[in-house]
């Protein structure tokens, strides 16, 4: 053996030595056994890549867990051996950790990619597909500003990658302008009215001048042009019509041809992640009334919009995480006319981004009126920033409880007869399901899903 194969294999025990240990002691193990693994062997993500026949990236700011999670259960349901992250860790520790605890040869990999860290993971990785969803503003005091990323990843791919991109967004469709093969798709109509949010991108990156938009379906995501010619990329893939009743029922064309599919979790940025899965798997050839109905059958577990059942009540976990994501959270509970509580949790810890000045873009006046909300809880590291958010909201006081304890945030929030939506920042999510759970422990069948 030599010393490249010795050092893989040592690593990769060790890591898996770490794991096991980790999962008795019940600790979090979604990236430490891979960060054991990368410091004993620093090219261990170039050697697993040549054990994956197929490698597909997901990156962008919003969406890739839910992308990265519908790509890889399709792939699985085709009786396809799959490798992914799907706990959402998604630096370079964390797709190590999903090697180490499930190594072999695999037929696909899917591996969603933080934005920040996408140049050094693809250049380990040597993807053959990478689908991009979108760029919004995210932890500022990380990624600096959107340009900032989006050229480091513009400028890092290669040629011989195929790319599958989101044609609605200005950020995505710079992408056309490379050689590689290309595939788009968007939503070709309005899908739901109301009070535009806050844009992203409203300027041409080709001419600088203010983009025309025919609408939007969310933040800067729509239909826009510019005078210069800069506009969306033809689609390869689109929505033409999505109603929303209890589900989704999603009507997208390719080719002239339609198919029909539902989805079970609301919200418009799902109608993306469905749009973006559909997509590249129809780029690998898979059939298309088989995508629909493996999307249609899918359920998710990791807090976007997961549904616990407690004391008869719905309790829904959704992650928020900037601007954009959390205004089209705050809309499905908007939409939602039953009596409701809410929890909102801010911290600030690494992994959530120190600068927490971006809830001063969430439109949380929004929700001031709400007359079905009947209390909003508020906690985390930074649950007093959420207090002062909230009154400069104009939202009713009287209605705001400030808890700084998470357990205690949760006990009293879940205590209500109502609907709770409880909404954390990444650092407190899982801690907010592992509290769920215990709360509902006694039965596994006590949980369900938004359907």
């Known amino acids: 053996m030599n010393l490249r194969r010795f050092r893989f294999y040592t690593a990769l025990y060790a890591g898996k030595l770490v794991y096991y240990l980790m999962k008795i002691l019940n600790l979090d193990a979604t990236t430490f056994p ?7 062997y620093p ?19 919003n969406g890739k867990t839910t992308t990265n999670n519908l790509i890889n259960y399709v792939i699985k349901r085709k009786g396809y051996r799959v490798i992914g992250n799907l706990e959402g860790a998604n630096l370079k520790s964390g797709i190590a950790t999903s090697y180490v605890k499930n190594s072999g040869i695999f037929d696909f990999a899917t591996f969603e990619v933080d934005e920040g860290i996408f140049p050094y993971v ?18 500022l005091d990380r990624y600096g500003e959107i340009d900032i990323t989006v050229n480091k990843i513009l400028n890092c791919l290669k040629e011989n990658t195929i790319l599958v991109l989101n044609a609605d967004d200005p950020f995505v469709a710079r992408f056309s302008k490379l050689p590689n093969k290309k595939f788009f798709f968007g939503i070709g109509t309005k899908i739901r009215e109301g009070v ?38 033809d689609y390869d893939f689109y929505i ?59 359920e998710f577990r990791l807090g976007r919009l997961e549904k616990f059942i407690y004391k008869g009540f719905e309790r829904i976990l959704v992650l928020v995480k900037n601007p954009a994501g959390y205004n089209q959270v705050l809309d499905t509970i908007k939409d939602d006319k039953e009596n409701k509580v809410l929890l909102l949790i801010l911290n600030d ?18 929700i001031k009126d709400l007359g079905e ?14 207090l002062v958010r909230l009154k400069y909201a104009e939202v009713p006081l009287e209605k705001v409880h400030l808890e700084r304890d998470l357990k205690k945030a949760i006990d009293y929030s879940i205590s209500f007869p109502y609907k709770t939506y409880i909404l954390p920042t990444y650092t407190a999510l899982f801690r907010s399901r592992k509290i769920l759970m215990r709360k509902v422990k006694n039965g596994v069948k006590d949980i369900s899903y938004v359907s």
């Open 34 to 40: 891979g960060k054991v693994a990368l410091n004993i």
């Open 43 to 61: 090219d261990f993500l170039k050697e697993i890549s040549s054990k994956i026949k197929t490698r597909i990236l997901v990156t962008g700011t």
């Open 122 to 139: 693809y250049e380990d990785l040597s993807p053959h597909y990478v689908v991009i969803t979108n760029f919004f503003r995210d932890q």
């Open 196 to 233: 535009e949010e806050i844009k992203e991108s409203i300027y041409c990156p080709i001419c600088g001048r203010k983009l025309n938009y025919d609408f939007f379906n969310y933040s800067q995501l729509g239909k826009y042009s510019c005078k210069c010619g800069f506009k969306n990329p």
């Open 240 to 298: 033409s019509s999505a109603i929303f009743n209890k589900e989704w029922n999603i009507e997208i064309f390719e080719k002239g041809e339609k198919y029909n599919l539902t989805f079970k979790y609301p919200g418009v940025y799902n109608l993306y992640n469905v749009l973006s899965t559909y997509s590249l798997l129809r780029v690998l050839n898979f059939d298309p009334l088989e995508i629909s109905k493996f999307i249609s059958e899918f």
């Open 349 to 366: 810890n690494i992994a959530d981004g120190r600068d927490v000045s971006w809830i001063w873009d969430v439109d949380f006046e929004k």
């Open 373 to 386: 909300i009947q209390k909003i809880v508020v906690s985390g590291t930074r649950g007093e920033d959420l």
